[in-house]
Structure formats: C-alpha cells, structure tokens
C-alpha cells in the first residue's frame, strides 16, 4: 500500500510542477514582444500540456491550462500593452482566449491521434495545430488594429515560428529516446 501512496505522490508532485510551468509560461507570453519570442514561450507551453495529457489524460491537461489562464488573467487584467510605442487595449484577453481555445483544439487532436500514431507523430501534429489556432484567433483580433497586410505577415511568422520550434523540439526528443534505448540496451 506504501508503494502505490508513494507513486501516487510522486505523480501529484509532477502533476503540480507541470501545472506551476503552464502557468509560468501562460504569463510570460504577455511579457515579450517579439513574436519569435512568444512564439517560443507558447511552444514550450504547448508541449508542456501534451505532456500533461499523455502522463495524466486530457482532462487534467485541460484543468492546467484554464487554471493557467484564470491566473493569469487575475495578474494581468490591467496590463498595458504596446506594440511600436502603440497601446493595444483588450491584447492580454485575446491572448489568453487565445491559448484557451488553441489548447483545447491541440489537446484533442493529441489525444485523438493516440491509437494512430506514436507519441512524437502526434506532439508534432498536435502542436502544428495549437499554432494554426492560436495564429487565426490572434488574427482576428489584430484585424481590427493593423492593416490586412500587416495581419498576414504576423500570421504567417507566428506560426513559422511556431512550426519549426516544434519540428526541432520533436526531432530533440526522437534522438534522445533513441540514445536512451541504445544506452540502455550497454
């Protein structure tokens, strides 16, 4: 009984530290400005969810990033927000709405893709769409304050962004499965 408390124990205390870095990474997306910046910070949040999900099920995955979001937005409500010396009002809330809704879409689609694909396959394409959502959502937003032109181009760098740091982060985590099995297997 001592032995499943124990790993009982071990998995909360994971739990918790993976939530606690959702949140840190939730509240240092509104802190940079540069998009490869962000774009880096939402990758790392992203991946950190999915693995949440594949230790302890989509529906903690889902309960870290609204806990997250809910704090986040506690902290930062009255943020001011300037992009080229510009006040954006209402930017904190489309972001946070706009991780909210990319990591439900991501979330699910990882876990769909479980019986299908091997975990790296479906981080990847999981992750591809997290930007794609969170990209369009922002979109939206920016719309109402840039030009169409100017929309598209952050659009476009977002999620290139955002693509290629999810490319390398697999392609890491590929090389050090494999060099763990063949290190294991000495």
Not at 30 to 37: A, D, L, Q, R, V
Not at 149 to 160: C, G, L, P
């Amino acid at each position: 009984m001592n032995k499943i408390l124990n790993k009982l124990s071990k998995s909360n205390r994971l739990y918790v530290l993976l939530t606690a870095s959702v949140l840190g990474f939730t509240l240092l997306l509104n802190f940079y400005t540069k998009i490869s910046e962000c774009s880096l910070i939402f990758t790392f949040m992203a991946l950190t969810l999915n693995m949440v999900s594949f230790l302890h099920g989509t529906k903690k995955a889902m309960k870290s990033i609204i806990l997250a979001v809910i704090i986040s937005f506690a902290l930062m409500w009255n943020l001011k927000y300037y992009i080229q010396g510009e006040l954006i009002n209402g930017l904190v809330f489309a972001s946070l709405l706009s991780v909210l809704i990319s990591s439900y879409v991501g979330l699910n689609l990882f876990s769909k893709l479980e019986l299908k694909y091997n975990f790296y396959i479906r981080n990847f394409v999981s992750l591809v769409a997290y930007a794609l959502v969170d990209g369009a959502v922002m979109s939206l937003f920016f719309i109402n304050i840039f030009s169409i032109n100017r929309v598209v181009s952050i659009f476009t760098y977002e999620v290139a962004y955002k693509c290629v740091y999810a490319f390398i982060a697999c392609v890491c985590g590929v090389v050090i499965s494999y060099l763990h099995k063949q290190f294991k297997a000495v």
